[in-house]
């Protein structure tokens, strides 16, 4: 059964560092998401991406993140200068469309801001 | 701000009860809710989507969607020690771009 992956399942950086998430979403998707899970509470929304452009971007999505696809497989998400509050689980998912927009998730990568 | 309400719990049952689990929603204009498993440590995994009001089966597992309360909730039948998980309910935006989460409720089954 396809999957989403993604790599590193740990990155520790220290703080001020860029670092960059690799995602490979399930091969006949066309959405592609990140999120994030900080320590005990919610999975929260960052950003949604199609057709290479972002879609949608929450709040939390600020100058210091960016999003990308650089190939016809992977979706990356790059921190510039990561803060000690980055530290978090974040998980890729993606969708063949909107409506519904039935997401399958990774199984994510722990971010360690030291 | 969009949010999505869900009881904490722990919700404990015996294994072969009916667990039920529920969700309210303020977005009035979200069209499509989604009830993810969550074990500790590891990613969401979609159990299932409804849209439409009334109920959607799918095994031991029924979604049930009110709109005009703006309220979701599962059932989970015969419940297994297995299920003992976190739930999460999740709402899409307008768009269908977005999946805002509530925090999840978290079942324990016993044997």
């Not at chain 1, 990155?11 to 994030?36: A, D, K």
């Not at chain 1, 992977?74 to 000690?84: E, H, P, Q, Y």
Request: one cysteine or more; a negative charge.
């Amino acid at each position: 059964e396809p999957e989403v992956t993604q790599t590193p399942s740990h990155q520790v950086t220290q703080m001020g560092q860029e670092v960059i998430l690799r995602c490979v979403p399930i091969s006949n998707h066309l959405y592609f998401y990140w999120y994030r899970q900080i320590l005990g509470q919610k999975v929260e929304f960052l950003v949604s991406f199609y057709n290479n452009e972002i879609s949608e971007k929450s709040e939390i999505f600020d100058d210091q993140f960016s999003v990308e696809r650089p190939d016809g497989s992977n979706f990356t998400l790059k921190i510039r200068s990561t803060k000690l509050e980055d530290s978090a689980m974040y998980f890729c998912a993606s969708s063949v469309g909107t409506t519904p927009n039935e997401q399958f998730f990774g199984p994510g990568t722990r971010l360690t801001v030291l | 701000q969009k949010e999505v309400e869900q009881n904490s719990g722990p919700l404990s049952v015996p294994e072969g009860a009916i667990a039920s689990l529920n969700c309210t929603y303020s977005d009035r204009g979200s069209q499509s809710f989604f009830w993810y498993r969550q074990y500790s440590g590891k990613s969401p995994e979609l159990i299932m989507f409804i849209y439409s009001n009334g109920d959607k089966e799918d095994g031991r597992f029924t979604a049930q969607l009110n709109k005009a309360s703006q309220y979701v909730s599962l059932l989970i039948r015969d419940s297994q020690p297995s299920d003992s998980a976190t739930y999460l309910c999740a709402v899409s935006n307008q768009a269908g771009t977005a999946l805002i989460f509530g925090k999840g409720t978290t079942l324990s089954v016993s044997s």
